[in-house]
């Protein structure tokens, strides 16, 4: 691997960089040279304001290249835009973080939620985040309306705002759920509206519209190593062995129960999020498709505190809310701690830190972030087979480079932290 990186070629993309983020680009090109018949990725970063990086490499399918404006799916990478559509809704007035969610969905109310709020949930309070025992089939997922019933009726784990558990796939239909409720429009019309249309965005979706799905890139298979035939072995009664980080969540005192709840629906093996069905659904917390520069020109409007093109998308007052960090332990389903703000969490480097810096990143190694300090806005997308829940180290690898390109910029030296 290492081998691979060093020797790799630092020209193996298209695109526009600023000579300045050169050696991000060139790390880019050598984290996706070797493997850029696996698949493809894309990059873009804005600084102060200018997009400064738009570079992309790779296979967006087993047949086509990747392209300028290849849309991708990004799991949990989706959380921190619609956060960011609730921080818009909340600036308009059409509700508040910390008004009992039941007054606007009357529904949620059931089983000890009435008084929870916008705050519990985009901050992962709510106690809602075992979606395992919630419903008996993934495919459930695919039904928005199913979804947002099964998520009003649930009971929590624990009284919202007395402890933190993030939320993996409850989220997007909980926080989805307000939003239409409070602003009597359906989702997808409010992400038009005021996210799409206000940043001339060239790709943003939670649920994409058919028409578009031939811009989706979509995973490629792995060759296959020949395998020799094994023989047959009785299958006994023993209780499976817990897996090497399920033991290192224990002795770290975590509940490995507490992430397979939160992360594993029943029924996973018959559903796929990159199945055409699997793409057109709503399932927010999981399964928003971007191309890297609608997530990127978002963290750029974030990264101007909700100013974008002389139009105030989010109020000052709510800015300062949305940005500040709610808890700084770690929560009951995430093996690190992630410093949870409303709907964002802080940005994971190599060494460099960014204490006003935040984002969200997903479970394949997506990621897009802002980081207020050096007015910079990053995000890395790709349709690679494979999956972490703290981000690929290329995220970690790219996110550092970014930053140390604008301290060189900014400060006259690049260092390391």
Known sequence: MMKEILFADTHHYQGNVDERFTDLAAQFSRFQDARSHLGGAALV???????????????????????????????????????????????????????PIAQYWPEFAQNGKANMTLRHVLSHQSGLFDIRNMINEAVEMLDWPHMLNVVAAATP??????????????????????????AKQPLNWLMQHYLVQPLALDGAYFGVPEQELTRVARLLEKPKAPTSPKPAT????????????????????QDPQDFKDAMIPKGMRGFSFFSDLGLQAAIPAANGVFTANSLAKVYAMLANKGQWDGQQLIRPDVFKQLSTVQNKARDRVMPIPMHWRLGYHRIL?????????????????????????????????HNF?????????????????????????????????
Request: hydrophobic content about 35%; overall charge neutral.
């Open 349 to 381: 480097t190599m060494g460099k830190r960014t204490p006003h810096g935040f984002g969200h990143i997903g479970f394949n190694g997506s990621g897009a972030w802002c980081d207020l300090d050096r007015e910079l806005s990053f995000a890395y997308t």
């Open 45 to 99: 970063v804005y600084f102060q304001g200018q997009k400064v990086v738009d570079i992309f490499t790779g296979k967006k399918s087993q047949q086509e290249d990747w392209q300028s404006d290849t849309l991708s799916m990004c799991y949990s990478t989706g959380k921190g835009i619609l956060a960011t559509l609730a921080h818009i809704l909340v600036s308009e007035g059409l509700l508040d973080y910390d008004t």
């Open 157 to 182: 784990r624990f009284i919202a705002g007395e402890g933190f558990a993030y939320q993996p796939l409850t989220y997007g239909w909980i926080v989805g759920g307000i939003l239409e409720k409070a």
């Open 234 to 253: 009785k299958k006994t009664n023993q209780p499976r062995k817990g897996s090497w980080s399920e033991k290192l969540l224990e002795l770290s005192g």
């Open 385 to 417: 087979n494979i999956t972490s829940s703290t981000g690929d180290y290329r995220l970690w690898g790219l996110s550092q480079e970014a930053l140390r390109c604008a301290d060189a910029i900014l400060t006259g030296r690049k260092g390391w932290f």
